[in-house]
C-alpha cells in the first residue's frame, strides 16, 4: 500500500477577478522547533461583494485560514507554500511596511469578544478616529468621519458613545464599534471570525442583519468564519468545508447544506439536530472516529480514517476535485456513493419517558444578590414543576436566571426566605449542605466545561469510584462493579478508566462528566450548556447518550441550553425566562408551533436557521434592562414590540394558563397573539434525505 | 491479558511525561548551571576540612596577607586562609535556609488553603494580619525579633520562616481561589464532600505545582535573607566562617584596600541565591507550559 | 471612587493598629529587662530599677500595651530610651537622608528598567530579552550589600571612581551630594532593576498578545504607533503597582547598604536601636515604615486607577 503523492489539480475556479485568491497553501506551526502541518494546501477565491464562510469542526485550520488571508499570524507559524492574493498581490511575500499599508487600505478583521478588540484604557472616540487619521485625515475631518462611521453601524447618540470607554457600553455595542472601524477604509477583503459568538441570540440576530446590511452596499469581498452553521447559511453565498487543513468541498451555501457531496459534509450536517428533529423520532447521527492529531501524515484523503465509503482506493491515491453540480466540487473518489450515508432511520428513536407524576416543585422561588449594597433580583416568584422522566428545557438570554435556577435546585445557592423546592413527597433544604445524602444522591450535575468540572489531577476510576461510593454508600467490590457498569453505558473501556481527564478529548471528558452525575441513579440531572463546549460531531453522541440513558432511568433533566436545536431535540417541555421571571411554559412543540409569548417570538425568530427557510424576524430594541433595577409592570414591555400601551408598564400580567398546559405571562389574550403572530411560517420542515447526484 | 497489557501501558505512559518534563528541565542551561553550583557548594560543605588547602579556624598565617600561590584567596585579619573558609562557608546556611524555607511554605500554604477555600470572615481576618507582615520588609522584622530573641540557629530558622509565611499564604490563596471557581469543587460539594476533604484530596493536588515552584524560590529568598541578617550581626553567629558573617567581619578594612577577605565570601553568597534562582527560573517555565 | 478611599483608609489605619501590637509583642515576648540593657552588666541593680521604673518598662504589659496604642493616636513615641531626645525628629531626619538615597535609586532605575521591560518584551525570546531576562533575575537575587561590596572593590578601591563612603560633607552641593551617594544608590538600583524590567516585560508581552493590539496592527499603525498609543499605558499598570510595593520594601534593603556604606540614614538608625533594644526608636520607625509603605502602595493604585479606568469602575463600586 504505497500513497502516490498526486499534487492535486487545483479545483474549478469561479471565472472573474476574485478580490481574495488563496492558492494551495500550506501553513505549519512550530512545536519545540519541529514544523506541524495545519493547512494541508487551501485554495479558495473570493469575488468582489460576495461572502464566502468557511465551516468545520475546531482544529480543522479555518481561523488559521482566516488569520493567514491577513498574515497575523502566531510567532510559531510558518507559510510554507502556496499563494495569498489579494487583487492580484501576494501577500506572503510583502515586507513588513507593505503590508502594514495592505492592512491599512485593504483588509480588515472583525472578532470574536469586542471586548477584548478595543483597548481598555483609551475612550472609544479616539480608537475610532484613529482608523481615520491612519488613512491621513485630519483632526475635524477624522471625527466627522467617525461620527458617521458610528451612526452607519446604528450606534443610537454616536456623539455620547465617542466619550465612553469600551467597559462602558454592551457587548453588542462593542461589536459595532469594532464593525464601523473595520469598515473605516471600505477594506476589498473584510474577514469575520466568530463576530458574534458570544452575543445573546437577539443582539447576534441584530448584529447579523447589520454586517449583512453593510457588506450588500459595499464591494468587499467577506470571509466568514462561524462554527455556527446558521449564521453560515443566512451569511453566506459560497462555502468551503474544512478537514483537517484542507477544504473537502465547496459550493453555493443553499446546495452545500441542503446536498452535501463529501462524506464529511454530510457526516456534520446530518450530526447536527435540524429540521425539528427530536430524541422520540430517531438518534442524531455521529461521525466515528476523532480528528487527526495536529501534525499527523495525511497523504491521500484527509478523512479516510473515519470515512464510512472508504476504501483501499482512498488510502493509495489523492481524491480527485470532481464537479458535482453547479459551481459544487468535492474532493473525494466516491461521490456516487455519498447516498449510501444515511442518518438513523425514523422510528428508532428512544421511547416517551414523561409522565405526570411530579418529580420536583417550585413554589415561589426568589434569589436576590447582594452586589455593593444593591439587591440585585436574579430569581422572582418562580413556579415551576418538572415531572418524573422527562426533559425540562430552560431558555433565555444571558442574565435571564437560567443558572441561577439550576443552581438553587441543586443547593448551590440558597433561595430567599418564603421560597419552597419539594422533591417528591418532602421540602428540601436550602444548600446542598442541608439536605441529607438521599437528596444529595437524587438532585446531580452535569457541567458546561468538563475540562473545568472534573479534577484534572484525579484518573476517571477515581472520579467515578469516589461519586459512587459517596453518594450510595457502596463499599470495595460492589464500588469496582458499579464504576464498570457506568463506564460501560457510556462506552468507556477500561483503558479510558486508567486516564486522567487530560489524556482524553472533549466528548470522551463529557461522557465521563456524565457517568458522574449518574453515579446514585440521580431523579434529577441539571444539565447547564452540557454540549456548548463540544463540536457538532462530539454533541451529537452527547446528545444521544443523554436521550439513552433517560430512557433506561427514566431521570428527569433539567436542561439548559442556548441552542434551541439542542433544545428541541431533548426537551419535552419548554421554560422561557426573561430577568428572572418564567415568561412562558409549554410542551416543546406547542412552544414551536406558537402562539408564543413575545419574548419567547423573538427568540425564536432570532435563531439563524441552518435549514434556510425565510422568517420575519421580530427585532428587539434596546439593551436587556438591569436586573437591579426591573422595569415596572411587564418586565418585557421596554422591549417588547406587541406592548399595549397604558397596560403593560403599569399591571404585571400573572403566569396564567391560557390553553391546557401552556402558561404564559402576557397581557394580550391568546387568540390575538395567534392572529398576530398567523404570518410567521411554521418552524417545522419535512426532513429531507440524500438524494442521488442530480446534476453533474 | 488485555488489561495487564494496557495497564503496563498507563505507567509506561505516565512515566514516558515524566521522563519528558525532567528532560525538558535538563534541556534548560539556567537549570544546569544552578544545579552544578548549588552542588558544589553542597560538596564542599559536606567534605568539609578534609578537602580544604587549610584549617579554616585554627591555622593562624600572617593576617591580610593578599591573595598569593599559597593562599589563593588571600588570609583574613586573623590570618586564616580566606579560600578554606569560603569553601566551608556555606555549612550553616545551606542548612538554616532550607529549613526556613520549608517551614515558611508548609505554614503558608496551610494558611493559604484555608483562606482561599473558606473566604468570608476567615479570609478577611487573616488577610488583615497577613496584610500587616507584608507591609514591613521581611529583613527589619526579622532584625527586630533575633535582636530580641537572641540568634540561634533554631531562632533564625524559625523567626525567617514564620516571616516567609504570610507571603507563601498570599501565593497559595490565589491559586486557590482560582481552583475552587472550578466546577469539579462544586461536583464535590453536591455530593457531600467536607471541605476538609475539597482542601485536602480535591484542590490541594492541583496546587502543588506552584507550591513546588514557591519552595525554591523561598529557598532561594532564605539565603539572601540569612545572608543579609548574619551580615547585620544577628544570623549566624562566629565562629562560623558563613559568608555573611565574614563579610560583616571584614568590610570596614576594604577602604585601606585588604578587600579580598570581603570580595571573596560576597561572592560565593550571589553565586548561591543566583544558582537557585536559575533552577526556580528553570521549575517555573517548565511548570507552566 | 470616594468610598473606595475611605475604606483604603479604614483598613490602613487597622493595618497601622496591627503593626503596633507586633512590634509589641515582639519587643515583651521574653521577659527583658531594658534597664539592665542599657546600662550594662555591671550597673548596680538600684540604678536598673529606677531606670526601669522611669522608663515605665516595669508597669504590667496591659498598661505598657495601651500607652503604646496612646503614643500611636498622638504620634508622639516619646523619648529614646537611648540618647533621651524625643524620637519623632530622630525618624523624620533619617528617613529623609533614606528617602533621599531611596529616591536617587529609584530615579536611576526605573527609566533604564522600563525602557529595557520594554524592549524585552518586544523581542521575546531573541537573545537580547534572554540577556535582559536572565541579568534581571540574577541582579535582582543579590543581596544589597552583596552588590555594595563588589561596588566598593571594584569601582572605590580598585578603580578610585567614587568615593567609598557615603558621608557628605555638610552643605555639600547637589553635585557632591550626587557623587557620595552613587554607590550606595546604585547598589539598590541595580536590584531594583530586575524587579522592574521583568514585570515590565511580562505587561508588554502580554498587551502585545491580545485582542486590542491586533486591531491596532489590522488599522494599519505602525509600529511606533502602536506601542504609544495602546501598548505603553496598558503595560506599564502591572509595573507600576510593582514599584509602589518596592518603595515599601526598600527599608529592609537600605539596612545593609546604609551599613556598607556607613550612611546615617533609617536603616542605621533601625540597626543601632535594635542592638539597644531602644522600644521607642524601633516602634515609631516601624510604624513609619508602615505608613510609608501603605501610602506608596495607596499612590500606585491611584496611578493605576488614573490610568486604567476599568480598575477605576471596579474600585468604585
Keep these: 500500500m504505497t500513497a502516490v503523492p498526486v499534487r492535486d489539480a487545483a479545483p474549478p475556479a469561479p471565472s472573474s477577478a476574485a478580490a481574495l485568491k488563496v492558492e494551495d497553501l500550506e501553513l505549519a506551526y512550530l512545536v519545540r522547533g519541529i514544523p506541524r502541518p495545519v493547512l494541508r494546501g487551501v485554495s479558495f477565491e473570493i469575488r468582489p461583494g460576495e461572502s464566502y464562510g468557511l465551516v468545520g469542526e475546531s482544529g480543522c485550520g479555518k481561523s488559521t485560514t482566516a488569520y493567514a488571508a491577513v498574515r497575523y499570524l502566531p510567532r510559531n507559524a510558518r507559510i510554507t507554500g502556496g499563494r495569498i492574493l489579494v487583487n492580484g498581490d501576494d501577500i506572503v511575500k510583502k515586507s513588513g511596511d507593505e503590508l502594514r499599508r495592505f492592512r491599512m487600505h485593504h483588509a480588515s478583521m472583525v472578532y470574536q469578544d469586542p471586548g477584548a478588540a478595543l483597548n481598555p484604557t ?125 477544504i473537502v468541498e465547496e459550493g453555493d451555501a443553499a446546495r452545500v447544506f441542503e446536498r452535501p457531496r463529501h462524506p464529511y459534509s454530510v457526516g456534520l450536517l446530518q450530526a447536527l439536530p435540524r429540521h425539528g428533529v427530536r430524541k422520540s423520532q430517531r438518534p442524531l447521527a455521529t461521525i ?68 405526570d407524576e411530579l418529580t420536583l416543585e417550585m413554589a415561589n422561588v426568589s434569589k436576590t444578590f447582594r452586589s455593593s449594597g444593591h439587591d440585585v433580583p436574579a430569581l422572582v416568584g418562580v413556579d415551576l414543576q418538572m415531572f418524573d422522566g422527562e426533559t425540562l428545557g430552560l431558555v433565555g438570554e444571558s442574565g435571564s436566571g437560567k443558572s441561577t435556577l439550576a443552581r438553587t435546585i441543586l443547593g448551590i445557592e440558597g433561595p430567599d426566605a418564603g421560597s419552597q423546592i419539594t422533591l417528591g413527597d418532602h421540602d428540601l433544604g436550602a444548600v446542598a449542605t442541608q439536605r441529607p445524602s438521599r437528596d444529595k444522591r437524587q438532585i446531580q450535575m452535569v457541567f458546561q466545561n468538563p475540562d473545568s468540572a472534573l479534577n484534572r489531577g484525579w484518573s476517571v476510576r477515581n472520579i467515578l469510584g469516589r461519586s459512587v461510593s459517596k453518594l450510595t454508600g457502596l463499599r470495595g467490590k460492589e464500588v469496582d462493579a458499579r464504576v464498570d457498569r457506568l463506564a460501560e453505558s457510556l462506552r468507556l473501556t477500561q483503558r479510558h478508566l486508567d486516564l486522567k481527564p487530560r489524556q482524553l478529548s472533549g466528548g470522551l471528558k463529557q461522557r465521563v462528566a456524565i457517568a458522574r452525575a449518574f453515579a446514585g441513579d440521580p431523579r434529577i440531572v441539571v444539565a447547564d450548556e452540557p454540549t456548548s463546549a463540544l463540536d457538532v460531531s462530539v454533541q451529537a453522541a452527547i446528545l444521544n447518550v443523554l436521550a439513552e440513558l433517560q430512557a433506561e432511568s427514566r431521570t428527569s433533566y433539567l436542561l439548559i441550553s442556548h441552542d434551541l436545536g439542542v433544545v428541541r ?15 412562558e411554559v409549554a410542551d416543546a412543540e406547542k412552544i414551536f408551533q406558537g402562539p408564543n409569548h413575545p419574548y419567547t417570538e423573538a427568540l425564536l425568530s432570532a435563531v439563524p436557521s441552518i435549514d434556510g427557510e425565510e422568517r420575519t424576524r421580530i427585532r428587539l430594541d434596546g439593551e436587556v434592562p438591569s436586573p437591579a433595577n426591573p422595569p415596572s409592570g411587564c418586565v418585557f414591555h421596554t422591549r417588547c414590540p ?46 429531507q434525505t440524500v438524494g442521488p447526484i442530480d446534476a453533474v | 491479558m488485555a488489561a495487564t497489557t494496557t495497564a503496563v501501558d498507563i505507567r509506561s505512559e505516565r512515566a514516558k511525561a515524566r521522563r519528558e518534563s525532567r ?145 507563601v499564604a498570599r501565593t497559595v490563596r490565589a ?115 | 471612587m470616594i468610598r473606595w478611599l475611605l475604606r483604603r483608609l479604614v483598613l490602613s489605619l487597622i493595618t497601622l493598629w496591627l503593626l503596633a501590637t507586633i512590634v509589641f509583642v515582639i519587643a515583651n515576648v521574653l521577659p527583658n529587662d531594658v534597664g539592665r540593657t542599657i546600662l550594662g552588666p555591671f550597673a548596680p541593680q538600684e540604678s536598673v530599677d529606677a531606670l526601669n521604673a522611669k522608663l515605665g518598662t516595669d508597669d504590667p504589659l496591659p498598661e505598657q500595651y495601651v500607652r503604646a496604642l496612646r503614643n500611636l493616636v498622638t504620634f508622639d513615641f516619646g523619648n529614646s530610651f537611648q540618647s533621651g531626645r524625643p524620637v519623632i525628629p530622630l525618624i523624620v531626619a533619617a528617613i529623609g537622608r533614606s528617602g533621599l538615597l531611596a529616591a536617587y535609586a529609584l530615579l536611576l532605575t526605573i527609566p533604564i528598567a522600563i525602557a529595557a521591560g520594554l524592549f524585552a518584551g518586544r523581542r521575546r525570546d531573541r537573545p537580547a530579552d534572554r540577556a535582559i531576562v536572565l541579568a534581571g533575575l540574577t541582579l535582582s537575587s543579590i543581596p544589597e550589600f552583596v552588590i555594595g561590596t563588589f561596588l566598593v572593590v571594584v569601582v572605590g578601591v580598585q578603580l578610585r571612581l567614587l568615593p567609598v563612603l557615603a558621608t557628605p560633607p555638610p552643605n555639600a552641593s547637589i553635585v557632591d551630594l550626587a557623587r557620595f551617594l552613587a554607590m550606595p544608590a546604585l547598589a539598590m538600583a541595580i536590584v531594583y532593576f530586575g524587579y522592574i524590567a521583568r514585570m515590565t516585560r511580562a505587561g508588554t508581552i502580554e498587551v502585545l498578545e491580545s485582542d486590542y493590539i491586533r486591531t491596532a496592527t489590522m488599522k494599519g499603525l505602525t509600529t511606533g504607533q502602536t506601542m504609544r498609543r495602546h501598548v505603553l499605558r496598558n503595560a506599564l499598570v502591572p509595573t507600576v503597582a510593582v514599584i509602589g510595593v518596592q518603595i515599601g520594601y526598600l527599608f529592609g534593603g537600605i539596612i545593609g547598604v546604609e551599613k556598607i556604606f556607613n550612611y546615617n540614614g533609617m536603616g542605621q538608625l533601625m540597626l543601632f536601636a535594635a542592638q539597644r533594644k531602644d522600644i521607642p526608636v524601633l516602634t515609631a520607625g516601624v510604624i513609619v515604615i508602615g505608613i510609608v509603605y501603605m501610602a506608596a502602595t495607596l499612590a500606585a493604585d491611584l496611578i493605576i486607577a488614573w490610568m486604567n479606568p476599568r480598575a477605576r469602575a471596579e474600585s468604585g463600586r
Design chain 2, 175 to 289: 491559586a486557590v481561589q482560582t481552583e475552587r471557581q472550578l466546577d469539579y469543587v462544586t461536583a464535590a460539594k453536591l455530593r457531600g464532600e467536607s471541605g476538609l476533604y475539597i482542601m485536602a484530596r480535591e484542590i490541594f493536588p492541583n496546587v502543588l505545582g506552584p507550591i513546588v515552584v514557591e519552595l525554591t524560590v523561598r529557598f532561594g529568598y532564605a539565603i539572601f535573607t540569612v545572608a543579609t541578617l548574619s551580615f547585620l550581626g544577628v544570623g549566624i553567629q562566629p565562629p562560623s566562617p558563613d559568608w555573611g558573617l565574614s563579610v560583616s567581619e571584614e568590610y570596614t578594612n576594604m577602604i585601606s584596600g585588604k578587600w579580598w577577605p570581603t570580595l571573596f565570601p560576597a561572592l560565593a553568597i550571589a553565586s548561591c541565591v543566583v544558582a537557585i534562582n536559575l533552577i526556580a527560573d528553570a521549575l517555573q517555565s517548565v511548570s507552566s507550559e
Design chain 1, 288 to 355: 466515528p472516529g476523532t480528528l487527526p492529531q495536529i501534525g499527523t501524515p495525511l497523504p491521500t484523503c484527509v478523512y479516510v480514517d473515519r470515512c464510512p465509503l472508504a476504501t483501499d482506493l482512498c488510502r493509495e491515491v489523492v481524491p480527485p476535485v470532481v464537479e458535482v453540480g453547479p459551481g459544487q466540487w468535492s474532493r473525494c473518489h466516491h461521490v456516487d456513493r455519498i447516498g449510501e450515508i444515511q442518518a438513523p432511520q425514523p422510528g428508532t428513536g428512544q421511547a416517551v419517558t414523561a409522565h
Design chain 2, 23 to 167: 528532560a525538558v528541565l535538563f534541556r534548560k542551561p539556567g537549570f544546569i548551571i544552578g544545579l552544578a553550583i548549588l552542588a558544589m557548594w553542597a560538596v564542599f560543605a559536606v567534605a568539609g576540612q578534609a578537602i580544604t588547602p587549610y584549617d579554616p579556624f585554627n591555622d593562624f598565617a600572617k593576617g591580610h596577607l593578599p591573595p598569593n600561590p599559597e593562599h589563593l584567596f588571600g588570609t583574613d585579619r586573623l590570618g586564616r586562609d580566606v579560600l578554606s573558609r569560603v569553601m566551608i562557608g556555606a555549612r550553616d546556611v545551606l542548612i538554616v535556609a532550607p529549613l526556613a524555607a520549608i517551614l515558611g511554605v508548609t505554614a503558608g500554604s496551610l494558611l493559604g488553603l484555608i483562606m482561599g477555600y473558606y473566604r468570608g470572615i476567615v479570609d478577611d481576618l487573616v488577610s488583615r494580619v497577613v496584610e500587616a507582615f507584608l507591609s514591613l520588609p521581611v529583613i527589619l522584622v526579622a532584625l527586630l525579633t533575633l535582636v530580641v530573641l537572641g540568634s540561634s540557629t533554631l531562632v533564625v530558622v524559625l523567626v525567617v520562616g514564620i516571616l516567609f509565611t504570610p507571603i
Design chain 1, 569 to 583: 431535540y431533548l426537551a419535552d417541555r419548554i421554560a422561557v425566562m426573561y430577568l428572572g421571571r418564567i415568561q
Design chain 1, 642 to 687: 406587541r406592548r399595549i400601551d397604558g397596560l403593560c408598564e403599569v399591571t404585571e400580567p400573572p403566569l396564567a394558563e391560557v390553553e391546557p398546559g401552556h402558561l404564559m405571562k402576557c397581557h394580550i389574550p391568546l387568540e390575538e397573539l395567534r392572529r398576530l403572530q398567523a404570518e410567521r411560517k411554521p418552524l417545522v420542515v419535512e426532513e
Design chain 1, 122 to 246: 483609551t475612550k472609544i472616540g479616539p480608537q475610532v478616529i484613529e482608523a481615520f487619521t491612519v488613512l491621513g485625515q485630519q483632526g475635524d475631518q477624522a471625527e466627522a468621519s467617525a461620527l458617521a462611521a458610528l451612526r452607519r453601524v446604528q450606534i443610537a447618540d454616536p456623539e455620547r458613545v465617542l466619550t465612553r470607554y469600551p467597559h462602558q457600553l454592551s457587548g453588542g455595542m462593542q461589536q459595532r464599534v469594532v464593525i464601523a472601524m473595520a469598515l473605516a477604509s471600505d477594506p476589498q477583503l473584510l474577514v469575520l471570525d466568530e463576530p458574534t459568538t458570544g452575543l445573546d441570540a437577539t443582539v447576534e440576530a441584530s448584529v447579523l442583519d447589520l454586517v449583512r446590511g453593510l457588506i450588500s452596499e459595499t464591494s468587499s469581498a467577506v470571509l466568514l468564519i462561524a462554527h455556527n452553521l446558521g449564521v453560515i447559511r443566512t451569511m453566506c453565498d459560497r462555502v468551503g468545508v474544512m478537514y483537517a487543513g484542507k
